[in-house]
Each structure stands twice: as C-alpha cells, then as structure tokens.
C-alpha cells in the first residue's frame, strides 16, 4: 500500500522566504510527527498530531515555525522568515498507534523534504 | 527520555554477523527499546522493537540484558545494501498517547565487499 509521502522533495528558498511543506501520512493513521534532521545528525522532534490536535509542539525551534493537521490527516509544516540554520531535511512520519503503551509500537517516516536556505 | 549511547561507526565484510550495542543507563520500567534503519535520502525504518529478553523477526535479532541498561541489535550475513545508520531509541507511550523518543546520532554502519 501507499507509504507517507512528502513534497517537495526538495525546496531552495532565499532567506527570509516562507516555505510550506506537506506531509500526506497513511490512510487511517492517526498519530502524525515532523521531525527535522541536519545533516550527520538524527532526527528531531518537532511536533505531534493526534488527529487534527497538536498535542506537543515543544521541539518547535521558534515562533517562525507553525504546523497544521486540520482535517486529521494531510498535514503542513510552514517556516516563515526562512533563516540559514533552517536547512535540514524534514521528515513526517506517521503511526496508528495512540493511547496506552505495548509492543509494535512503530513510525513509518516519509521520504523527507531537503529545505536548502540561501 | 532515557539517552542512549552507540558507537558513532562500524565496518564489516559483507557475510558477516554485525552486533552493534546501546546503552541505556536509565532506562525507565516502562521503556520499550526500539532500533530504525536509514538509508540515504529516506527517512528512517522500523526494524525491531523488544523490551526484555530476546526478540527475532526476519531481518534481525535484538537481545536485552535482565538489567535492560543496554541492547544488541544482531544483523546476521550482512550485505552492501545494510550499509546504512541504525538507530537505537527508547521510550515509553504513556496514556497520553504518543511515543516521544530520541533518535541520537546513530551507528553508521559501513559493509565491505
């Protein structure tokens, strides 16, 4: 079946720019994650849906960066007022788990978006 | 969120079992241990997930001390296609219902011909 999907895969945008980044989790799924990921580096947490509500939005670097979900599954991570340290790829990734701990517990990540800033 | 701690790189030949170890000093009770893949230019894969014991599926082996303060993540025969960055992750899903983890830099695993 279809995996999580992101687009662009990659964007160029000069500083200072806003940019708009879709993620399109699994059908059904109903946890949704962005991560941002520099380059040698793992992931990191950004936000977290729970259908259409952000329930944590702690890893979000700064009031330049807003996420949506507001139908519970495409989701849109904007960054305004693009800045050079922003360049990094950033991944979705999506899970149908929610709710109390057990096994099997896993994400399914997308592609990624390689946001280059200039 | 327990941190976890991997050597940063690995080489092997290709055929040979590759064992790369975490540790995870202040894992939590409830802290499952879960291990991705990633390959350049994607993002990161599930492999195996285990929280005591040993845990097998059909591309690895994971191997969790009584004391759970560390995990062996085993790849058997490897090839030029595991050549990747695995990752070593542990967290809980409280009853609030998400898995909040830390991916740390990962194990760059490099597999010789």
């Known amino acids: 079946g279809a995996g999580v999907s992101q687009s662009p895969r990659y964007k160029v945008a000069k500083r200072g720019q806003d940019v708009a980044l879709r993620c399109d989790p699994i059908s059904g799924h109903v946890s949704l994650f962005w991560y941002q990921q520099a380059l040698g580096q793992g992931p990191e947490f950004l936000t977290y849906f729970q259908n259409e509500a952000q329930l944590d939005k702690s890893g979000l670097p700064s009031d330049r960066f807003f996420a949506e979900r507001p139908e519970g599954s495409v989701s849109t991570l904007k960054i305004q007022r693009t800045q050079q340290e922003d360049s990094a790829v950033y991944l979705c990734?999506?899970?149908?788990?929610?709710?109390?701990?057990?096994?099997?517990?896993?994400?399914?990540f997308g592609p990624g978006t390689r946001l280059t800033v200039t | 969120l327990a941190k976890t701690t991997q050597p940063i790189s690995m080489d092997s030949y290709e055929g040979q079992e590759v064992n790369i170890t975490c540790s995870h000093n202040?894992?939590?009770?409830?802290?499952?241990i879960t291990w991705y893949q990633q390959f350049p230019s994607q993002g990161p894969r599930f492999i195996i997930q285990?929280?005591?014991t040993k845990v097998t599926n059909e591309v690895a082996s994971l191997f969790i001390p009584a004391d759970r303060k560390s995990s062996t993540l085993s790849l058997p025969r490897v090839s030029l296609s595991d050549t990747a960055v695995y990752y070593c992750?542990?967290?809980?899903?409280?009853?609030?219902?998400?898995?909040?983890?830390?991916f740390g830099t990962g194990t760059k695993l490099q597999v010789i011909p």
């Open positions: 202040n894992i939590a009770t409830n802290d499952y």
């Open positions: 285990g929280y005591k």
């Open positions: 992750l542990v967290g809980d899903i409280p009853s609030g219902g998400y898995q909040k983890v830390t």
């Open positions: 990734a999506s899970s149908t788990r929610t709710g109390a701990a057990g096994p099997g517990y896993e994400q399914y």
